[in-house]
Structures are given as C-alpha cells and as structure tokens.
C-alpha cells in the first residue's frame, strides 16, 4: 500500500495551516492510501516527525508555508521520498515555482496525488551549505538584518513588524564589506545586499534572483551595490516585477558555489534563521524529488 505524510503548521499563514489540513485530509481519506497524519507543536517536534517518518513513505506533503518546505527539506534531501506541497503560509514562494494553487489546499492535494499515481515526479536543484538546505533564496544584507530585527521584537504581530523593522534598520544601515569567491574568482565590494538564489523569489513573490532555474545545476547571487536610502526605497517595489535588474548598482553572477564573508551578518533562507556569515553554498543538482506539474517555462 501507498503511503503518504501530511505534515502540518497549523498556525501558519494565520491559521490557514489548520483548515488546509482539513481540506487535506478530506481529499487523502477518500482513497486507498495510508495516511499518517503530523502535526508539530513546534518546529523542533515537527522536524522529529519527519525524520521519523521520512524513511517509511512514498510521499510527504506539507501543508504550511516556506518555513515547513525547509524543514521538510532537510530531511527529503537525496532520498527518494517526493515532497508534495499544500501552501498554507504567507509567502508560499515554493508553490509559487511549481506552479500550485496557492488559495485552494484541496486542489493542490489533488494534484500531488494525481503526480504520485501517475509516477510523474519532477526533480528539482537544491542549495546547500554545510549540512543545511534551501530551496529558494539566501538574504545575506539589508533583508537579512531586517528579519533579524523584526525576530527580536515581541510587538506587533504580523507584517506591520517588519515594516517596522524595515524603518529602523534604514536609519542605521550603511553598506557592507563583503569577500566573495565565485567558483574561485574572488572579489571584494561593498553592497547593500547580497542574495544567493536557487529558484528566483523570496519573501512572497520578491524576485530577487530573476532568471534562477529550479533544474540548471547552477546557483545565482545578486549583489545591489551601494545606493542611497531613497533610493533603496524606490527601488523595492521593482523587486515585485524583477524589472530590478536593469538598475545601475544591480549585479548578477551563476555559478555552482560562493563563498560569502561580511562582519555582523546573520543569513535567513526560506524565510528562516540559516546561519552567520562566512558560509560557503554550493548548489546539489537534482537533490529533491517534487510531485508537481511539469514546467511548462522557466520558472
């Protein structure tokens, strides 16, 4: 018999992560597969469940946003266990570069499902940095310290924190030293930001790294060079439309691995806390296993 893991956060996504379990489990108990049902109460025992569970099934589908897909990831990475995603989080970027149904948890179920009868798996890159994984892109400036800022503050709740985390570290920032070895060649410059990206958008549909491929076995680090704060206002929006990559201070580099050093930086992927700088990423081609439709354009 077939088995499938549903993991679940259910406080994701202000609560969407609970009712597309719901939905989920609707759809996953009216068939013949073996249904084992996770729920962390946090991200140390979700992160246990999967480890457990991981060996044992054909599938695991997570329900929950880009923080849950990392999670799982680590534990996905090189087995030949597929990973379905549900998205019930806030940014739900992941969704976005397979091409999901990002408002209905019952369809995006139906659509793993039909991908693992069918055997259609797609196989996709993944980036790693030590014994760590990401799937979409590494902050390693401006943003950075923002979600670092933003992880500090108890109040308020939601996105106004980072709006307003965003406002002090403007204040305050200045741009950054960084040493970077690209596939040997190594540079030094100062910048506002550093991002390293192995599918294109972070943080809700920000296209950061525009033109970064799932399955091209490379990795793309943009840098944006120093500007003005004004201007590094005015510039955010075009992140949005990645029309970014027309600015003067835009930079734009493939390779299969970077080393990254800057003082005082803490690094954030998928949305979660990844590790301080220096750190050296490499990109793993073919690592992970997704059921999803097959690309039909570059991502």
């Known amino acids: 018999m077939t088995r499938v893991a549903l993991l679940t956060n259910p406080t994701s996504g202000k609560g969407r992560g609970a009712r597309g379990r719901a939905a989920a489990l609707d759809v ?18 979700a992160a246990a469940l999967v480890q457990d569970a991981a060996p044992g099934v054909d599938a695991l589908l997570v329900c929950g946003g880009d923080g849950l897909v990392h999670l799982a990831v680590q534990a996905l990475a090189g087995t ?7 998205p019930a989080g806030t940014g739900n970027d992941v969704a976005r570069y397979l091409d999901l149904p990002r408002r209905d948890p019952a369809e ?30 590494l902050a390693a400036g401006f943003d950075a310290v923002v979600n670092e800022r933003a992880n500090a503050m108890t109040r308020p ?26 596939d040997g060649e190594q540079v030094t410059l100062e910048a506002m930001m550093v991002a390293v990206g192995n599918g294109p958008s972070y943080g809700g549909g920000l296209r950061m790294t525009e033109g970064a491929v799932l399955d091209d076995g490379l990795l793309d680090v943009v840098v944006i060079g120093p500007m003005s704060k004004l201007e590094l206002v005015r510039t955010y929006p075009r992140l949005f439309t990645g029309t970014h990559t027309t600015h003067p201070a835009y930079q734009h580099h493939r390779v299969r691995q970077v080393s990254i050093a ?23 081609p073919g690592a992970l296993q997704v059921l999803a439709r097959p690309p039909t354009t570059a991502p």
């Open 28 to 45: 996953l108990r009216g068939t013949d597969l073996e249904v084992l049902d996770l729920v962390g109460r946090d991200g140390a025992e």
């Open 80 to 86: 030949g266990t597929a990973l379905g995603v549900v």
């Open 108 to 137: 995006a179920t139906y659509l793993a499902l039909e991908a693992l009868r069918s055997g259609r798996r797609r196989t996709i890159d993944l980036a790693r940095s030590g014994d760590r994984w990401f799937v979409t892109v």
């Open 157 to 182: 709740r939601g996105q106004m924190r980072y709006n307003i985390a965003t406002v002090a570290a403007l204040r305050t920032f200045t741009p950054i030293t960084y040493t970077l070895d690209l």
């Open 262 to 284: 800057a003082p005082g930086i803490t690094t954030y992927a998928d949305g979660e806390r990844f590790g301080a700088l220096p750190l050296t990423v490499e990109c793993v």
